[in-house]
């Protein structure tokens, strides 16, 4: 037994506050239920998600439930009242772009609003969000840098991030109505690393890459365990607000190409967006067309709120992230390293 | 209303010059000194680094003999680089028209060769094995500004034959925004300014432009412009670098200014909103009026169609003497002699400072008169001009 004393405290009272997790399936609420086991300052996890967690737990309650079904709100104030929740981390959202709509709305959007009934019924003190900086969109008329306030224009094209805007819209309403909870939404931009898997790492482990030819936007990366650890901060001490979580530096799409080895086969636009809508249905390429427009234009988020109020400062560079993934890549292709 | 008439008469708009304190002696001596004074401090450094190594009290994992002797290698390459270059004569302007012209030369010989599209395919597939693969964080890649130089530098030189006046009042450091006259169908301005203080400016070296939003819904193009260190005309884009102390050239007139007729050539349009006033007023920057002469007649439009224009997403189709006509030759702009004009920097601080940037009709006057300041600079500069084709 690793941990006697917490196991102690938990079989004898629950008023110990505890913190809820969604989505620990998942590869940040799983990252950061490992990084909360360890910590002795958390005695008490929730972890709700329709599949266990990856790995074994010891401190953490594991509650089986689908974000998506009816009445969802009012089973999750159960579980919170049982378990006298004071902080809850929502990351129950799908990365990669999915092929139901539908259904990711059910789980994006309405999901949310689910959950954030029952934070409101029960008046938590904590709710983090997990959002991305996709939401800004990629236009020709972004700035270099987009900063916390900029209008999230992500929407236009894709259903799906229109999804995720509305988390963010419904987070920002809830945090105004309710101002005794802190609301923390953390929006990393492209999380990659030797772990983490999601569709731009799929992206960028083909052997041979379409490009929009003529384009050769700037991009930014964050390392996996940078995330991990903003989401720790946030929990650990209070930072309400929204706050871009970034690696340090851009490099030109043609240039983490170049880094990663791969052959690029430019295609002129016009030609290109029929196409992988035709490869998306085919479950051919890893995201629909509404997604090239990253590959086209630019889409950059500034780090400088959360270095100044979070005090966080990435430890990996966009470059060093990008190394560290490739790196992973070519251990597991060579068969040194386990595939995740 | 009447209150508010008497605040704007109690504020009368002062220009306060920037006092010319480099008028006698040239800024060399200072800048020579300060040369001498940075190769101590390295050689100091140097020094202290190998006593550390010697020592192992470094902390981190020490240097080894072989680093050391590695950058050392490259200083002295570096050193050698620059000491060629003042002995061949490119450091002064003179030998760097004939160089410019002599390596635009050697391009195209080299295009004309085989071993030229060897070279691409080989690099196309290897990728360049020295390559540097950092670009700043607005994406300007200075390996690719060093292949594309000698192309502005042939247009510089040889070409449009740019005499730059007025270069002293471009500060010797921090920031300053450097506001210009906008002209010529596509816009060879912005760069040929930023060429003028690369190199003509004994220490300036970081100019960057602001580009329209529509060229960055263009293939190549927006990329291209990136690489070169065009920066997207947006407030915070302009801040950031201002911020940074970087001079940052803007054109307010904007599309209105480089799409207007030949007939309408050295008049100025309407300065945009007077954004730019107010991104001197926020970041405290000093405005340096530019007139550029010649850029008028490298495409004289005689007709632009917007209609043809809107599905492309462009502001207009020009039509010039030779742009339909000639087919992409048309795109070849025609050699007119240029004069970059920098005028004397204009400080608004501390009568004006960040707050008076939302005073819409204070902004809108100062930016009156930053233009007819430019516009006088300009008809001044084209009383001189005897000929368009050889000032």
Known sequence: MRYPRTLMSRKKSNNVPAIALTGTAGFVGSSLLRELEKDPKYSRIIAIDYRKPPFETVKTKFYRMDLTETLADSKLLEIFEKENVQTVVHAAFPVSPPHDLSWAHELVSVGTMYVMDACAARKIKKLIIASTTEVYGAHATNPNFLSEDHPMRGGFKSRFLRDKIEVEVQAQKFAKKHPETVVTILRPCTTLGPNVRNYKTNFLQSPVIITVMGFDPLFQFVHEEDVIRAFKMAIDRDFPGVFNIVGDGVLPLSKVLKLAGKVTIPVPAPVLYPVVQLLWYGNVVPAPPSRLDFLKYLSVADGAKAKKVMNFVPRHSTKETLLSFIGAQRLREINLLEAT | MANQNKKEEGKVVHLKPVPPA?????????????????IDRIEKEFRETVHKIEKRDTGKP????????????????RIQIVSDEIRSGRLFSDGRKTVAFTEILQRIAKLLSFDAYRDFLKELWFGRPEENYDVDEFGMDPTFIQKVKPLFDFLYYNYWRVSVEGLLHIPNE???????????????DGSMIGAAVVNEHPSRKDVRFLVEDFVYHFPFLGTFMYRIGGVRACPENAERLLAKDHLVTVFPEGIKGIGKHYKNRYRLQRFGRGGFIKLALRTNSPVIPTAVIGAEEIHPLIYKSTILARPLGIPYIPVTPTLPLLGPLGLIPLPSKWTVVFGEPIVFGPKYGPKDADDQLLVNRLSEMVRMKIQDMVTET???RRSIWFG
């Open chain 2, 22 to 38: 480099e008028k006698a002696t040239p800024a060399f001596e200072d800048l020579i000194e300060k040369l001498e004074g940075r």
């Open chain 2, 62 to 77: 020490p240097l080894s003999q072989n680093d050391l002797s590695s950058l050392i290698g490259r200083l002295e390459e």
């Open chain 2, 174 to 188: 921090g920031r300053g925004l450097i506001v210009a006259n906008h002209s010529g169908t596509l816009p060879y």
């Open chain 2, 382 to 384: 084209l009383k001189k």
